[in-house]
């Protein structure tokens, strides 16, 4: 910078210290700029301050007249600065006042690296992230963008990209024997999405309240709940959920819509038996009544193929969600409903965000080449595999605790010794780098005295290598838990 | 498939027939069971019919009877079938009656190639699709895959992905003039995702109406209409909105939130006045107030450097929205909000879907890269010569017709004849493949008698080399209406 060749006035100094413009790369014009600004917002330069005449300033500075009077121009436009006949320059009477937010508020943002997950992976619900398929993943998106045809950058149909909802009805129809045509799908972020997307549905069409197994899920419990519908939980048995008692509890409280897992329950494990799928679908019809269907791990069954899912059961009573959040990771933020088409028109799907369409189309292309099922057969296998080291390091460490509801799926429920609280298991086990849950996270209702108590112990995320050592930790949490009479 | 080896019963054939096991490469057991279903779902067997003896049906297929007690044992544990002790297996009463649903519903889908636009193509708000970075995002999105570590494949924050956040956040502080740490951006969908969010938190904390800019962007008015908030129009000159009327439309309504775009008002074009921004926020002030900014295509100033975001000039007071769709496409669909920290905990943020991680995290790479600003400024420059060459055939075409808010963005206005109806401009138009928007499309209000008709003629998604013909045909279909007296 030259140095300045008039003299100074009193104030020079001060204002080459007031505005310090720094030397980077930037324009020098930007430079002053971000200097006024800061000093501004920094109260500096406080509300109702004068600035220099331009003259001045640029002397004082050792820039160019045009270099400030660009300057001042841009934010007098902007409103930062005023400039008034007669007055000169001046920080409005209203400046900003922001104390250093860019600076303080940064540091409370989580930064990556803060999220971990134990090393010794027992929580339900969680896939094999190690195995996540994302070099197939980037294949497909890198084809959507080859292929996609510059019009169809700009539309965004609220049900999902027609290529998307054919690729998954075809899946459906041939994976999950649903009856499903392009037209009944809807392409979501997840199941919690379609959910919300369904339970407005509800809501719109006059429901109040919804039937949901206890213990179950309870995000969508949740989504049901802020919709606005009351859930009224149903118990569940070694053959799913009660029909009998839902058919009460549906009798007492008008409930006409209930939320269920029939091809795997979550957690308890059982699949609904034949007797009550046909029962829960003539309930559904005598009461015009919808079922939503939670389809979330059936895929991965190692007694006998997968069980088929019920929408193919009564196309026309029940709405089925599923996702690749618990067969991939949430994080490709992609799932599908397939809603009846008598309650499709309730459901208000203009107002709620879809995936980008980029991401639908990769989700065509992902199921159309086979990649999906590919993963997923993959994921079995090492599953069944995982589940075998995992039933024999159970028989090692815990031969007396029986495991059950583990035919099928990526988690297992494991009784506790009596008066062995699971909560204290939690924290003990939490204390050894092992994440578990319990089956009291998932009740909907607080569980009697003399209720079962159990961990529910996931195996989708559990390292092959660590199984041994994942059981053997767990059980010595489960051995440093004193028994409580009576607790 | 061998001959059966005993005598038939008279309904052999008609086994054969009514289950047709096709020959591709499915296993027997799976055609079977493809067979039955079809034969049950299309009402060929009936609720209520009998299926043969295993044995029997084995015999008459050709096929081992294991295939055949396997497909109903399967087709019963699922309920689709039922086997009651003594009476052998049968379709049960509530059969699924889906009349052909498969092949007629997926006809009425629309598949790819249906969605067009014009080749012509002056529709308002559309970048240029044509320069999407498609080969930069695939990059970005194959680095997100190849960088995130597995434990963040099942975090969502409902806020947005750390990553995320903060390089919007430093883009707009950059690029913007934005007043945002990352803690103060919410990653969306776009724009209207943002102001979804925003208008919901606006509705939570009481508010009833929301003050908008007539005319105005359609969409954004209906989203905040659709959270309960009913707009209230205030004109707009070639200073932006006016703000006395603001103030009295507030005073007398009691809105204390307001919808502007102050760096280039849609759709005429002029941006806010340095007196108006400023008493905007001193009203904002006064009435514990709320401006949400849509700042949609500011980075694209011909004239001058971009306007700054009215954002930095009150962080406390304006919301601000933005996102890629209008500078590359919405099929990225992602989008950012601004949202003060007053406003911020009444946003309900937890129920809303947000993009996946692995958008986002792209997308805090495409922009960490530089390549988002890299896109833009091509753009920019893209967007300024097309501009002179749509001027030039402007002046040439329809010399006497002004042509006005031309300084920014991708649109200008062109004011018609007198007597010549927009509205029979666009059907003439149209009828040359010449896509083109009107003033009447955004007003809130209807115009009133004598009221200013005119076109808004985007560039953005206009081919270059078309600039010339289209302007030619946008002026045929001028001079082919007539002009009406008093219409």
Redesign the interface.
């Known amino acids: 910078m030259p140095p300045p060749t008039v003299p100074r006035p009193a104030t020079a100094l001060a204002w080459e210290t007031l505005l310090p413009l720094g030397d980077g790369p930037a324009p020098l014009r930007d430079r002053l700029e971000r200097a006024i ?1 800061d000093a501004v ?1 920094t109260g500096v330069l406080p509300a109702g301050s004068a600035l220099p005449p331009s003259r001045l300033l640029a002397e004082t500075l050792g820039v160019s007249r045009w270099v400030v009077t660009e300057t001042y121009g ?1 934010l ?5 600065l ?1 400039a008034a006949v007669g007055s000169g320059t001046r920080v ?1 009477a ?1 400046a ?1 006042q ?1 104390p250093d ?6 540091t ?6 803060e ?3 134990p090393a010794f992976d027992l929580g339900p619900g ?1 896939p094999d ?2 195995h ?1 398929p ?2 197939r ?2 294949a497909a ?2 084809h959507a ?2 292929t ?10 609220p049900h999902g990209h ?2 998307a ?2 690729a998954v ?1 075809d899946y459906l ?1 041939r994976s999950r ?1 649903a ?6 799908v809807v392409v ?3 199941a919690t ?1 379609g959910m ?1 997307a369904i339970v407005a549905g509800l809501r719109a069409s006059g429901h109040r309240s919804i039937l949901v197994e206890d213990p179950g899920w309870g995000r969508l419990r949740e ?1 049901a709940a ?1 919709a606005g519908l009351t859930p009224v939980p149903v118990p569940v048995d070694d053959r799913g959920i009660d029909v009998e008692r839902l058919v009460a509890a549906s009798d007492r409280t008008g409930a006409r819509a209930a939320l269920i897992t029939p091809a795997h329950q979550f957690p308890l494990g059982a ?2 038996s ?5 029962a829960i ?2 309930w559904a ?1 005598d009461v015009d009544g919808v079922l939503i269907e939670d389809d979330y791990d059936a895929e991965f069954r190692y007694d ?2 997968p ?2 899912a ?1 929408q ?5 009573r029940v709405a089925l969600v599923g996702s690749l959040s618990k067969s991939m ?6 799932g599908w409903a397939v809603i009846p088409e008598g309650l499709r028109s309730r459901v208000p799907l203009a ?9 639908q189309v990769a989700l065509a292309g992902f199921i159309g080449s086979g990649d999906l099922e590919r993963h997923l057969r993959a994921a079995r296998t090492r599953f069944k595999r995982r589940r075998g080291a995992l039933l024999a390091a159970f028989e090692r460490e815990l031969p007396d605790l029986p495991l059950t509801g583990i035919a099928a799926g990526m988690h297992a429920m494991l009784e506790l010794p009596e008066g062995v609280a699971s909560r204290d298991v939690r924290h003990a086990a939490s204390a050894l780098d092992v994440a578990v849950s319990d089956l009291a996270r998932y009740r909907a209702t607080a569980g009697r005295p003399g209720a079962l108590d159990a961990l529910v112990i996931g195996y989708g995320n559990l390292s092959d290598a660590l199984v041994d050592e994942a059981v053997a930790r767990l059980a010595a949490a489960i051995r440093s838990v004193p028994a409580r009479r009576g607790a």
Chains 1, 2 share one sequence.
């Open positions: 600004r917002q841009q007098v436009a902007e409103g930062f005023e409005p209203h900003p922001v937010a860019a600076s303080t508020a940064r409370h943002t989580p930064l990556r690296g999220y971990r997950r969680i992230l190690r996540a994302r070099a993943w980037a998106v890198r963008l080859d996609l045809p510059d019009a169809e950058l700009m539309v965004v149909d027609p290529l909802r054919t009805a129809t024997r009856v499903a045509s392009p037209g009944d979501t972020h997840g999405d919300a989504v802020s699949a609904l034949s007797g009550r799928r046909e679908v003539r019809r006998r193929r069980i088929a019920l193919g059961l009564a196309p026309e990771a949430q994080a490709f933020g992609l107002d709620r965000a879809r995936p980008s369409v980029l991401d």
